[in-house]
């Protein structure tokens, strides 16, 4: 499958209340808007299930909901986990928003004093990330802090690890979260074989991720 413009499109809007919606259009518009979400969550959730079974690390989808009941999405979101471990704060994730298509590693801190998995030890990945890379084309790529907005320019990896300064603006904008590491594609033209694109970066970025569940 690919991810063409209108698969970003869907989230390029400012309301996403329902509350708010309501109040703005009609309710036939609002019953289209649902349908085009839910086509696309279907869309969004068969790529991601397929992803599940190709992928060679022992990793299960979770897929989140088109809606929190109250609101529609602003992204739709996979989490990866793998099976030994469900519980665990750490985890492998794929986004599509208006912006980019991300597969990356991160620190879920949503709950996280219910799951297993200190954020010290999460940040600590920091320090294996250049041997990590070594053998890594780092052309998409990109790492920034968890507090940076999703929509944000975030920081290519190969900036990253060759200026010190980078470095140090990273640790200094944490402010106490975790880091976030991963591929990023955008809309610019259509993203062919996302399942495939989906899967390699699962594969490449699983070492990080499984070296906190020894």
């Known amino acids: 499958m690919e991810f063409a413009k209108e698969d970003f499109d869907l989230f390029d809007r400012e309301v ?11 309710p036939e518009t609002i019953q289209r808007l649902k349908e085009d979400y839910q086509m696309s969550w279907q869309k969004w959730k068969h790529i991601q299930m397929t992803v599940a079974t190709n992928v060679s690390a022992d990793l299960q989808p979770k897929v989140e909901s088109w809606t929190n009941g109250w609101n529609l999405r602003s ?17 492998l994730a794929a986004l599509i928003n208006q912006k980019q298509y991300q597969v990356y590693l991160m620190f879920q801190h949503y709950k996280s004093d219910q799951r297993s998995g200190s954020l010290a030890a999460y940040n600590d990945l920091r320090w294996q990330i250049e041997q990590w890379s070594k053998d890594k084309n780092l052309a998409d790529y990109y790492i920034w802090p ?35 590491i991963g591929k990023l594609w955008f809309p ?4 062919e074989d996302v399942e495939r694109l989906t899967t390699e970066a699962l594969e490449e970025l699983s070492p990080l991720y499984f070296s906190l569940t020894r």
């Open 146 to 180: 968890q507090v940076e907005h999703e929509l944000e320019d975030h920081c290519p990896l190969a900036v990253y690890l060759s200026e010190p300064q980078k470095q140090r603006q990273l640790e200094e904008k944490l402010q106490g979260r975790s880091f976030q």
């Open 188 to 191: 610019s033209e259509s993203i």
């Open 16 to 26: 996403f209340a329902f509350k708010q919606l309501k109040d703005i259009y009609p």
């Open 75 to 91: 992204h739709f979101w996979c989490a990866y986990r793998n099976e030994a471990h469900p519980n665990q704060n750490a985890c």
